[in-house]
Every structure is written in C-alpha cells, then in structure tokens.
C-alpha cells in the first residue's frame, strides 16, 4: 500500500523556467511533508517542509503547497538551475518520527 | 557540522554471507532508521530504532535484523545475504520531533551492497 506517491518518475526543464514536482497521498493522519534532494552516490538532504496546518511555505527558489482536500502537495522551484538537477523525493509524517517516502522524480535543468 | 557516517560506501558480498552494515551518527540523536533505496520504489523502511536496545519493525524487514547497543550507532544485519537484497542502503537519525518547521532526518551518505 503505497501511501505517497509520486507519479512522475522524471522532469525535464529548461533552465530559468519553472520546476514542479508534484506528490500525492493518501493516509489523512500525516500531519508533517517534506522534500528531501537527492545526488548520485549521496544521502537525500532536506529541502523543505509545510506543516498540515498550513497551505504554503516558501524558501528562497523552492515553495511548497499543500492541498488537503485533494491530499497533493507539490513543490515549486523559481528559476530552476542546473545544480537542481537530482532526483527529489517526498515523505510525510504520522505519529512518531517515523516518514513515508514516495518513489522519487529525477528533474534534470538543462543549460 | 552534524553527521551520520556510514563505515562502507561499496560492498560486494556473495549470497548466503553474513553482512554486517555499520551507522554512527554524533548528534545524540534518539531516533535512528534504516532505508534501502531502489529504482520506482523510493526509499522504504526496513527497521529503526527510538532508543538503545530498542527496535521496531518497519515495512521490509524480512531477512533483515538490527542492533543498537549505544546511543551513537545503529547495525543493519544481513543474516544470509541474497540478490534481490542488492539496493543502496541509507542511515539516518534524527531528534525527537517537536514542532520545528526544520523537522526532518539527516542521512548517512549511503552504502551501495552488491550481493552476488
């Protein structure tokens, strides 16, 4: 039972242009999202995150919105750089510490 | 700078071997996690751990164990490797979670195992 879900497993953009990747869920009880960056041969790094008390959050190039009535959330970069080109993973939260990680959309911004 | 440091980034084993996946972290963080990472499955949780010498099952766990006898380090055990066990492992930790808009784990670099 794949609780998040990310559809796309790819992205491709030009760079300058806008990236959006989106992310759905399914489980009503997650009450934290996340956006991990991931490069080759690394560990992910957090990017971003939006409480589920919130519809917005915004940091730098990346934003982060959150509609609970359709369970989607989806994260937005303004202007994409070709240093954003990763595989980027969402994850949720319920009790505990524990997340809940999506499959991953590889966004590659070419120059 | 925090860190959570895996002890191998590549390791080849063959089947049937015992293997032995090392994670220390130094923010005497509570919690502690172990993912493996494949192509269109994303990262999936095989065990954590909120405490020492304690641990709970996550999504994966079969074929797998887990030890944590210090705070700092938290072992992935293989009892008898297999392929379909060949993934990208990932460590990672974090504190317990209070309403920090900065919540979130930090991960080891990753060990790539090839079981063959």
């Known amino acids: 039972d794949q609780q998040v879900k990310q559809n796309s497993p790819s992205l491709s953009v030009q760079e300058g242009r806008i990236s959006i990747l989106n992310c759905d869920y399914t489980n009503s009880m997650f009450d934290y999202f996340l956006w991990y960056k991931k490069y080759p041969a690394e560990g992910p790094t957090f990017l971003i995150s939006i409480s589920s008390i919130k519809d917005k959050n915004e940091d730098g190039r990346f934003t982060v919105f959150l509609n609970k009535s359709a369970k989607h959330l989806s994260l937005h970069i303004v202007p994409s750089q070709p240093g954003d080109s990763a595989v980027y993973f969402c994850?949720?939260?319920?009790?505990?510490?524990?997340?809940?990680f999506g499959e991953g959309t590889q966004l590659t911004v070419n120059p | 700078d925090v860190k959570v440091t895996q002890s191998s980034r590549y390791l080849v084993k063959r089947t049937g071997e015992k293997v032995f996946l090392e994670c220390v972290q130094d923010m005497d963080h509570e919690n502690m996690f172990w993912y493996r990472q494949d192509p269109g499955l994303g990262l999936r949780l095989i065990y954590f751990s909120y405490d020492v010498k304690m641990k709970e099952k996550g999504d994966i766990p079969e074929g797998y164990s887990v030890s944590r006898e210090k705070k700092e380090r938290f072992s992935l055990i293989l009892e008898s490797a297999s392929t379909n066990q060949t993934s990208m492992y990932l460590c990672a930790s974090t504190h317990i979670p209070q309403d920090s808009p900065n919540y979130g784990y930090t991960f080891g670099s990753g060990t790539r195992l090839t079981v063959v």
């Open positions: 994850a949720a939260r319920t009790s505990g510490s524990r997340l809940t």
